[in-house]
């Protein structure tokens, strides 16, 4: 059963960066923001990263916690992590049960050849488990600067 829109998020747990297990009733009373990229260490998906990363601190002061998920391996994520200087920690979802949740992996297309990856996508999470805001088919520039603004919004609403 996928997310919807103003609908509480099944709660799940996953693994993460610094040897955490990360759970959504864990956070309740903090606002989530998780963020799905296709790949470690490639060009958008390290200048969406390094973006989180330079907000970091405004996003903590609107009360929201920010998760980074792709489907590659933890080895891997704690070196985008660390390489990055990321304050926030990386969700491994290899076995694609957080990228169902979303609704994420989609058909794409590279160099004509078909496959199915993580479509970049965004999902603003209220502090109570509620789905409040999802950004599908993102595009990197400016698109932090958005999230942080719905967080904001959302955090004095």
């Known amino acids: 059963m996928a997310v919807s829109l103003d609908q509480p998020v099944a709660d799940f747990n996953a693994a993460a960066t610094s040897g955490q297990q990360v759970s959504l009733s864990a956070l309740k009373g903090q606002q989530v923001v998780i963020y799905f990229y296709p790949k470690d260490s490639t060009p958008g998906c390290t200048t969406e990263g390094q973006d989180f990363r330079d907000q970091h601190a405004a996003f903590q002061a609107a009360n929201t916690v920010v998760f980074g ?68 088919g993102v595009k990197v520039p400016g698109h932090v600067d958005e999230v942080l603004a719905a967080a904001q919004a959302l955090n004095k609403s």
């Open 69 to 136: 998920v792709s489907r590659d391996g933890m080895k891997s994520h704690e070196n985008f992590k660390c390489k990055q200087a990321f304050p926030f920690e990386l969700i491994s979802d290899k076995d694609e049960a957080l990228c169902q949740l979303f609704d994420v992996i989609k058909l794409k297309k590279l160099y004509g050849k078909e496959y199915l990856g993580i479509d970049r996508s965004t999902f603003l999470i209220d502090a109570q488990g509620v789905l409040r805001r999802e950004w599908r």
